[in-house]
């Protein structure tokens, strides 16, 4: 009796205190929901109309993933990060992701319904089987109806781009701006100034160089050790940037794929192609290049290079900085420059084959734990985009802080260095992924080099050869892709070497065609003509 | 019986050597110092190179002996927050780890030496799994299921029971002599009592060898990590390691123009830091590894 | 206690009752041992048996949104587009190269070097080679793999110039496709043999030494000891480690070979676990992943239990 009487005593007991306390932050919390929406809801029409209101809300926190291309994750509390939240109300948490892991970490936290509100999505992660199938159901945001009312974000990215980057004719992400015009190669001016030759325009006069730069000894030491150009075809994701596509696309060929009579069609399959094989071939049986391109890796053509046994390598153009910072400690009085555009022959026009003018996308999620929930939510985010780019959310994320990142000088601002790399970069990390950076930026203390570069991208905008794929679905290339590249490669690699004739390419056309190719073709074709045309 | 010829037998216990064989000796003892040191050769030279300057490594001026020290290598490694935190992390995962691992497998190699019911069943059991598995990717969602991707759990629970380690200690216990436990019991212990005080006490060199096993195992692991863990601040020294060396050996398809890649020199001293370790407890328990296997190892 | 003792006796001199009567009086006199071991069962139901409950996936078309419920059951599938794939067989052939090469070259390495440890006579000496050989054991797959990058690298690695003049020609170790099965054979050496000489001269060290005595009266020479003695006491231990070997001939060593690939080396180098993982988490092609490993491990399991019959019909003591 008395266990009973004590224990309905102490249940009582609780139960008035649950209720006090209970309605007590009941009327705490509805009176500062109430609140607290009333703020959310100034900042949200505040932010739609672009005005900084000095009663602002609570910071909202957006939780990102990112790709880690450094070795350290940035302090999120440093100045940088400070002053970022400070201009636009928002709070970063950022997951920095290993970039060889990144895909990976994609599949395993869609899994998990784990996937963070805001990531880059680059080229592997539209492919990832996991992230299709969640685009396929609704889980992430279609900006097309919300861009507009963000003009700033809308012009930085541009219309054009806008529309590229569409994914089954609809905007899922904020594409994040590269040079168009970004693939070239870079050649020792001083190797050209030491033998009097000027930078070639045609591809008779760039064969030339390259017979020169092998033969007639451009670095003075009396030793037969240099030679032209450096090159590797290993792997099939380097074809863009590694000299086939972009000499291809010199002779005419399509860039990768193109739109022809009806049918998109592979670069390889045409004759401007074959031809700049041949060119190719010709190079090789002469030795003006490397033996050893078929077998080694993007990075090992860099040595040859960057140990100064080599005149010409092709690239991204960007790469020049790269090139520079590694010969010039091997070879102090070196001096690089962009190579000219080759035409076919005299008077012949010029193209470059452009990147797609972005490299994956930012995209907004929808599902999961951690998903962008209302309109609302992705308005304040898409609001964030959007303040970071005017003026003053570009100076931050180019320049930083005066003080602290950049020193003002004879008007002209200058980065301050920390090390080997900027002070800025060591603040920001590889946050720049995520965020809405130009292609390029001209700086105030640019040095000539950067700007020969800078001035390439802006001129060759003009010559640009569009590789109409990059929009495209297959399912057979999305299941076969790997395979039928890896083909056409060592059927382009065959040939180069010698090992098989002009015939048995066009045999291993054939044979790539029946392994799948025809059906990719095909789908590329339906696709392009249902979402693009 | 005396025999003619290179031997000359004596009964008792001096043998001459032959020649031949002595020969043979003096050969198998370069030999094996040989081979001794080659497996030494790779850390030597890593560690020669964790104290060189970076225009050593890339020309290569050094191969076992530094040309000239430099110590920026270590310096960067103390100075950054990430390495140093990756390594607080390894420690605590390795021993939370193997102290969590231990308990549980000892105890159960202890039950399974007794004639319980069920002992046939669990045994069974256990065997299978050593001939069988679901594989990665359902073990993976089973971890993700329980809801216990990023957290530490995750690389605790999964490997927490090496079925060979267990059925190795079992061996061991069961070896031990029935007498030590009946007299005890008879003293009023019961089951754990007698595991804590005798059994324990006995087996030490197996339980430090097995332990070592465990936390090389915690230590080493980086897929694991990599699978489970996102946030990069709970990370071990292996993911950061992985991802150094990838980055400044351009390992990666990296087509943006990395302004991050970190120097060639660090990752030597990051190497070190990943070995040096599990290296420094090694001596100590060195000297159980041939008691503590040999027991169970004989059966295969 | 005396009481327990008899209690004990008795439950297991009479016959196996059953029923819950039978099953409570256990699990109340045994309940600190049932509690000691409840941790390690639950781990191997939840952590073993639970995926193996999982492997269902290998039947559906696993769809992210819609749950293991939501899902559709599509059977086979799976199966037959991997008998179909024409990676199928590349990673075959793969898997089966490694796996050759493993046997043939490093099989018998610990064997050897235990043999020869075991000839030698000052002790101090041969504990210490002894200790030096097992450190590579304790290094991770993270260490090796980086300490081969180093030394293979094309710009500054060690012993690129010493490979390159012995071959004549410039390879890159870490890219070639035909450097790639020597390395990862060289790196399991390297790391792993000293290791493997410990359960060989665990059996050397239990074979009786008066053996060694009456041969030496009988006139044996040392190679005679060791062809007469030494190796038929190695024997089932041989036999059983190559049993083991055999049965896990598919199992290549996920972590070590997925460090080491990448796109130049992939068409040698991709094996059944790293393709199920690329698959499966790069690609997110979780179901087929899932069948892919399926397939792998019941081809394992085959095998093993195969070769434990034929060791077993062979007058060997099996494996269990």
Redesign the interface.
Same mark, same amino acid.
């Given at each position: 009796m008395r266990k009973a009487k004590s224990a309905a005593a102490l249940l009582m007991a609780s139960v008035i205190l649950l209720t006090a306390c209970g309605s007590g932050d009941t009327s705490n919390t509805s009176g500062s929901t109430t609140e607290s929406k009333e703020t959310t809801k100034t900042t949200e029409t505040q932010a739609a109309e672009e005005v900084v209101e000095e009663e602002r809300g609570e910071p909202i926190t957006v939780y990102m993933m990112q790709e880690l291309f450094s070795d350290t994750e940035p302090d999120l509390g440093n100045e940088w990060y400070t002053e970022l939240t400070e201009m636009t109300n928002v709070v970063l948490d950022v997951s920095f992701i290993p970039t060889l892991s990144y895909v990976d970490k994609i599949t395993t936290t869609i899994a998990d319904k784990q996937l963070a509100q805001v990531f880059t999505a680059n080229s592997s992660v539209l492919k990832n089987n996991l992230l299709i199938q969640a685009l396929q159901s609704d889980g992430f945001w279609e900006l097309d109806d919300y861009i507009m009312d963000y003009p700033n974000l809308y012009e930085f990215v541009g219309e054009d781009t806008w529309n590229n980057s569409r994914k089954y004719g609809k905007i899922y992400g904020i594409p994040r701006l590269r040079a168009l015009a970004r693939n070239g190669a870079v050649i020792r001016q001083d190797w050209l100034d030491a033998l009097g030759l000027e930078n070639p325009t045609t591809i008779e006069e760039f064969i030339e160089v390259l017979r020169a730069f092998t033969e007639d000894d451009p670095d003075g030491n009396g030793k037969n050790d240099t030679f032209g150009w450096t090159t590797a075809y290993a792997g099939t994701g380097n074809r863009g940037w590694n000299g086939v596509q972009t000499l291809a696309t010199y002779l005419g060929a399509p860039n990768g794929w193109a739109y022809t009579n009806g049918e998109v069609i592979p670069d390889f399959s045409t004759e401007a192609y074959f031809q700049a094989l041949t060119y190719i071939k010709q190079i090789y049986d002469a030795g003006y290049m490397n033996k050893d391109f078929a077998t080694i890796s993007a990075t090992d053509k860099n040595v040859y290079f960057d140990q100064g046994n080599c005149g010409i390598i092709f690239c991204t153009m960007d790469d020049i900085n790269g090139r520079y910072e590694n010969l010039s400690s091997v070879e102090s009085d070196c001096e690089l420059t962009i190579m000219n555009l080759l035409a076919a022959k005299e008077g012949a026009p010029i193209y470059t084959n452009a990147t797609s003018g972005f490299n994956g996308i930012v995209m907004f999620n929808k599902f999961g734990d951690n998903a962008i929930e209302t309109e609302e939510e992705l308005r304040a985010i898409l609001a964030f985009y959007d303040k970071l780019c005017t003026e003053e959310g570009q100076d931050l994320l180019n320049y930083g802080i005066e003080g602290v990142t950049y020193n003002v000088a004879d008007g002209k601002r200058e980065l301050i260095m920390d090390g080997e790399k900027t002070a800025l970069a060591v603040k920001m990390g590889d946050i720049g992924q995520i965020l809405p950076l130009a292609a390029y930026v001209r700086k105030d203390d640019d040095s000539e080099m950067q700007n020969t570069l800078y001035d390439a991208f802006d001129s060759r905008v003009n010559n640009v050869v569009i590789d109409v794929s990059t929009n495209l679905t297959s399912e057979t290339y999305a299941e076969l892709g790997s395979t039928l590249d890896q083909i056409m490669m060592d059927v382009s690699v065959k040939y180069i070497l010698g090992e098989i004739d002009e015939s048995e390419y066009w045999a291993g056309y054939e044979n790539w065609l029946s392994q799948g190719g025809q059906d990719v073709i095909k789908e590329f074709t339906a696709f392009y003509e249902e979402y693009i045309k | 019986m005396a025999?003619k010829g290179k031997?000359t037998?004596h &009964?008792g216990s001096q043998?001459k050597e032959?020649l $031949?064989?002595r020969i043979? !000796?003096g050969f *198998?003892?370069i030999?094996?110092?040989g %081979? $001794?040191i080659?497996?030494?050769v790779?850390?030597l030279?890593?560690f020669a190179?964790s104290v060189s300057p970076l225009e050593d490594?890339?020309?290569?001026r050094f191969?076992i002996i530094p040309h000239s020290l430099d110590f920026t290598a270590y310096k960067y490694l103390l100075g950054?927050?990430?390495?140093i935190r990756s390594i607080g992390t390894s420690v605590f995962i390795t021993v939370v780890g193997t102290l969590l691992s231990m308990?549980?497998?000892v105890?159960?190699s202890?039950?399974?030496t007794?004639?319980?019911?069920g002992r046939k069943v669990?045994n069974a059991?256990?065997?299978f &799994?050593m001939?069988?598995? $679901?594989?990665?990717?359902?073990?993976?969602?089973?971890v993700?299921g329980?809801k216990l991707?990023?957290t530490f759990w995750a690389l605790w629970?999964?490997g927490?029971?090496s079925a060979y380690n267990?059925i190795l200690i079992r061996t061991t216990i069961k070896a031990l002599p029935h007498e030590l436990e009946e007299a005890a019991?008879?003293d009023?212990c *019961?089951?754990?009592q007698c595991?804590c005080k005798i059994i324990l006490p006995l087996i030490k060199p197996t339980l430090a060898t097995f332990a070592l096993f465990y936390a090389?195992g915690y +230590? *080493? !692991?980086?897929?694991q990590a990599?699978?489970?863990i996102? !946030?990069?601040t709970k990370w071990p020294i292996?993911? +950061?390691?992985?991802?150094?060396? %990838?980055?400044s050996? $351009?390992?990666? !398809?990296?087509?943006?123009?990395?302004?991050?890649?970190?120097?060639?020199s660090?990752?030597?001293s990051v190497?070190i830091f990943?070995?040096v370790p599990?290296?420094c407890v090694?001596?100590f328990i060195?000297r159980f590894?041939?008691k503590g296997?040999?027991v169970g190892?004989?059966k295969? | 206690m005396k009481k327990k003792s008899n209690e004990n006796a008795s439950i297991m001199a009479s016959p196996r009752k059953s029923g819950i009567r039978y099953i409570a009086a256990n699990l109340r006199r045994d309940w600190i041992l049932y509690l000691m071991i409840l941790p390690g069962v639950l781990y191997f139901i939840i952590f073993k048996y639970g995926p193996m409950f999982g492997l269902i996936t290998a039947f559906q078309d696993y769809n992210v949104m819609k749950g293991w419920f939501g899902s559709e059951f599509v059977g086979l599938k799976h199966f037959t587009r991997l008998f179909g794939d024409t990676s199928f067989s590349l990673i075959f052939v793969n898997t089966l190269r490694l796996a050759v090469a493993n046997i043939v070259f490093y099989f018998p390495f610990p064997i050897i070097m235990a043999l020869l440890i075991n000839e030698i006579k000052f002790g101090k000496f041969k504990s210490l080679v002894q200790s030096v050989i097992y450190i590579p054991h304790f290094v991770s797959w993270v260490v090796v793999a980086s300490i081969c990058t180093t030394l293979f690298s094309s710009e500054s690695g060690a012993l690129t110039e010493m490979i390159n003049s012995l071959f004549g020609r410039q390879i890159s170790v870490l890219s070639s496709t035909s450097a790639f099965v020597p390395l990862i054979t060289g790196q399991v050496i390297w790391k792993e043999f000293g290791w493997g000489t410990i359960i060989f001269l665990s059996a050397l060290a239990a074979v009786d030494m008066q053996l060694y005595e009456a041969a030496k009266i009988d006139g044996a020479n040392r190679w005679q000891q060791t062809w007469h003695i030494t190796l038929p006491a190695l024997k089932s231990v041989i036999v059983i480690q190559l049993i083991l070997r055999m049965g896990s001939f598919l199992n290549t060593g996920f972590e070590q070979i997925f460090l080491m690939l990448n796109s130049s080396n992939r068409s040698v180098g991709e094996v059944f676990d790293t393709y199920v993982y690329n698959t499966a988490i790069t690609s997110g092609r979780i179901s087929y992943g899932t069948a892919v490993g399926m397939f792998k491990s019941v081809v394992s399991l085959v095998m093993v239990v195969l070769v434990n019959y034929l060791a077993k019909k062979a007058g060997e003591e099996g494996v269990y």
């Amino acid at each position: 009796m008395r266990k009973a009487k004590s224990a309905a005593a102490l249940l009582m007991a609780s139960v008035i205190l649950l209720t006090a306390c209970g309605s007590g932050d009941t009327s705490n919390t509805s009176g500062s929901t109430t609140e607290s929406k009333e703020t959310t809801k100034t900042t949200e029409t505040q932010a739609a109309e672009e005005v900084v209101e000095e009663e602002r809300g609570e910071p909202i926190t957006v939780y990102m993933m990112q790709e880690l291309f450094s070795d350290t994750e940035p302090d999120l509390g440093n100045e940088w990060y400070t002053e970022l939240t400070e201009m636009t109300n928002v709070v970063l948490d950022v997951s920095f992701i290993p970039t060889l892991s990144y895909v990976d970490k994609i599949t395993t936290t869609i899994a998990d319904k784990q996937l963070a509100q805001v990531f880059t999505a680059n080229s592997s992660v539209l492919k990832n089987n996991l992230l299709i199938q969640a685009l396929q159901s609704d889980g992430f945001w279609e900006l097309d109806d919300y861009i507009m009312d963000y003009p700033n974000l809308y012009e930085f990215v541009g219309e054009d781009t806008w529309n590229n980057s569409r994914k089954y004719g609809k905007i899922y992400g904020i594409p994040r701006l590269r040079a168009l015009a970004r693939n070239g190669a870079v050649i020792r001016q001083d190797w050209l100034d030491a033998l009097g030759l000027e930078n070639p325009t045609t591809i008779e006069e760039f064969i030339e160089v390259l017979r020169a730069f092998t033969e007639d000894d451009p670095d003075g030491n009396g030793k037969n050790d240099t030679f032209g150009w450096t090159t590797a075809y290993a792997g099939t994701g380097n074809r863009g940037w590694n000299g086939v596509q972009t000499l291809a696309t010199y002779l005419g060929a399509p860039n990768g794929w193109a739109y022809t009579n009806g049918e998109v069609i592979p670069d390889f399959s045409t004759e401007a192609y074959f031809q700049a094989l041949t060119y190719i071939k010709q190079i090789y049986d002469a030795g003006y290049m490397n033996k050893d391109f078929a077998t080694i890796s993007a990075t090992d053509k860099n040595v040859y290079f960057d140990q100064g046994n080599c005149g010409i390598i092709f690239c991204t153009m960007d790469d020049i900085n790269g090139r520079y910072e590694n010969l010039s400690s091997v070879e102090s009085d070196c001096e690089l420059t962009i190579m000219n555009l080759l035409a076919a022959k005299e008077g012949a026009p010029i193209y470059t084959n452009a990147t797609s003018g972005f490299n994956g996308i930012v995209m907004f999620n929808k599902f999961g734990d951690n998903a962008i929930e209302t309109e609302e939510e992705l308005r304040a985010i898409l609001a964030f985009y959007d303040k970071l780019c005017t003026e003053e959310g570009q100076d931050l994320l180019n320049y930083g802080i005066e003080g602290v990142t950049y020193n003002v000088a004879d008007g002209k601002r200058e980065l301050i260095m920390d090390g080997e790399k900027t002070a800025l970069a060591v603040k920001m990390g590889d946050i720049g992924q995520i965020l809405p950076l130009a292609a390029y930026v001209r700086k105030d203390d640019d040095s000539e080099m950067q700007n020969t570069l800078y001035d390439a991208f802006d001129s060759r905008v003009n010559n640009v050869v569009i590789d109409v794929s990059t929009n495209l679905t297959s399912e057979t290339y999305a299941e076969l892709g790997s395979t039928l590249d890896q083909i056409m490669m060592d059927v382009s690699v065959k040939y180069i070497l010698g090992e098989i004739d002009e015939s048995e390419y066009w045999a291993g056309y054939e044979n790539w065609l029946s392994q799948g190719g025809q059906d990719v073709i095909k789908e590329f074709t339906a696709f392009y003509e249902e979402y693009i045309k | 019986m005396a025999k003619k010829g290179k031997e000359t037998v004596h &009964t008792g216990s001096q043998i001459k050597e032959s020649l $031949g064989s002595r020969i043979f !000796d003096g050969f *198998n003892i370069i030999f094996l110092a040989g %081979v $001794g040191i080659l497996c030494l050769v790779p850390f030597l030279y890593v560690f020669a190179a964790s104290v060189s300057p970076l225009e050593d490594i890339i020309t290569r001026r050094f191969f076992i002996i530094p040309h000239s020290l430099d110590f920026t290598a270590y310096k960067y490694l103390l100075g950054s927050k990430s390495l140093i935190r990756s390594i607080g992390t390894s420690v605590f995962i390795t021993v939370v780890g193997t102290l969590l691992s231990m308990t549980v497998t000892v105890m159960m190699s202890y039950v399974l030496t007794k004639p319980i019911m069920g002992r046939k069943v669990i045994n069974a059991m256990v065997v299978f &799994t050593m001939l069988f598995s $679901g594989g990665m990717i359902p073990s993976y969602l089973v971890v993700s299921g329980l809801k216990l991707t990023n957290t530490f759990w995750a690389l605790w629970l999964p490997g927490c029971v090496s079925a060979y380690n267990m059925i190795l200690i079992r061996t061991t216990i069961k070896a031990l002599p029935h007498e030590l436990e009946e007299a005890a019991t008879v003293d009023g212990c *019961n089951y754990f009592q007698c595991f804590c005080k005798i059994i324990l006490p006995l087996i030490k060199p197996t339980l430090a060898t097995f332990a070592l096993f465990y936390a090389v195992g915690y +230590w *080493n !692991d980086y897929f694991q990590a990599t699978l489970y863990i996102s !946030d990069s601040t709970k990370w071990p020294i292996q993911v +950061w390691l992985r991802q150094i060396v %990838v980055l400044s050996s $351009g390992l990666a !398809d990296i087509t943006e123009t990395g302004s991050n890649i970190p120097a060639q020199s660090i990752k030597f001293s990051v190497i070190i830091f990943a070995t040096v370790p599990i290296l420094c407890v090694y001596p100590f328990i060195q000297r159980f590894f041939t008691k503590g296997m040999m027991v169970g190892s004989v059966k295969g | 206690m005396k009481k327990k003792s008899n209690e004990n006796a008795s439950i297991m001199a009479s016959p196996r009752k059953s029923g819950i009567r039978y099953i409570a009086a256990n699990l109340r006199r045994d309940w600190i041992l049932y509690l000691m071991i409840l941790p390690g069962v639950l781990y191997f139901i939840i952590f073993k048996y639970g995926p193996m409950f999982g492997l269902i996936t290998a039947f559906q078309d696993y769809n992210v949104m819609k749950g293991w419920f939501g899902s559709e059951f599509v059977g086979l599938k799976h199966f037959t587009r991997l008998f179909g794939d024409t990676s199928f067989s590349l990673i075959f052939v793969n898997t089966l190269r490694l796996a050759v090469a493993n046997i043939v070259f490093y099989f018998p390495f610990p064997i050897i070097m235990a043999l020869l440890i075991n000839e030698i006579k000052f002790g101090k000496f041969k504990s210490l080679v002894q200790s030096v050989i097992y450190i590579p054991h304790f290094v991770s797959w993270v260490v090796v793999a980086s300490i081969c990058t180093t030394l293979f690298s094309s710009e500054s690695g060690a012993l690129t110039e010493m490979i390159n003049s012995l071959f004549g020609r410039q390879i890159s170790v870490l890219s070639s496709t035909s450097a790639f099965v020597p390395l990862i054979t060289g790196q399991v050496i390297w790391k792993e043999f000293g290791w493997g000489t410990i359960i060989f001269l665990s059996a050397l060290a239990a074979v009786d030494m008066q053996l060694y005595e009456a041969a030496k009266i009988d006139g044996a020479n040392r190679w005679q000891q060791t062809w007469h003695i030494t190796l038929p006491a190695l024997k089932s231990v041989i036999v059983i480690q190559l049993i083991l070997r055999m049965g896990s001939f598919l199992n290549t060593g996920f972590e070590q070979i997925f460090l080491m690939l990448n796109s130049s080396n992939r068409s040698v180098g991709e094996v059944f676990d790293t393709y199920v993982y690329n698959t499966a988490i790069t690609s997110g092609r979780i179901s087929y992943g899932t069948a892919v490993g399926m397939f792998k491990s019941v081809v394992s399991l085959v095998m093993v239990v195969l070769v434990n019959y034929l060791a077993k019909k062979a007058g060997e003591e099996g494996v269990y």
